[in-house]
Nanobody
């Protein structure tokens, strides 16, 4: 059974840093592009970042570019999101996602698999 489980969310002050992890099981996740989405209260889910199967290519949306870094460890079936210079508007539930078609398709908003989400709250 395919499963993606996020961890690492929490409360952080503006300007702080936080790292999220996503552990995959039940699939050869190295065959999938992986990524992160987020959904703030009252807003639609939006893409954040994606990484190619080998990790050689990454994509970021403009609101997080230069502040967030996505990476993966295929040996451990894990993907990470390192978040720096966090802002109040980064507050959201963050979801891990996977798509066998590639990072472009993943970022389009309809990946093959979703995790359950982890809450990130940026507040002073």
């Amino acid at each position: 059974q395919a499963q993606l489980v996020e961890s690492g969310g929490g409360l952080v002050q503006p300007g702080g840093s936080l790292s999220l992890s996503c552990a995959g099981s039940g699939r050869h996740w190295s065959n999938y592009a992986m990524g992160w989405f987020r959904q703030a209260p009252g807003r639609e889910r939006e893409p954040v970042a994606a990484i190619s199967m080998t990790g050689g290519a990454t994509m970021y949306t403009d609101p997080v570019k230069g502040r967030f870094t996505i990476s993966r460890d295929n040996a451990k079936n894990m993907v990470f999101l390192h978040m720096n210079s966090l802002k109040l508007e980064d507050t959201a539930t963050y979801y891990c996602a996977a798509d066998i078609r590639g990072p472009d398709t993943l970022m389009s908003g309809y990946p093959d698999y979703w995790g359950q989400g982890t809450q990130v709250t940026v507040s002073s």
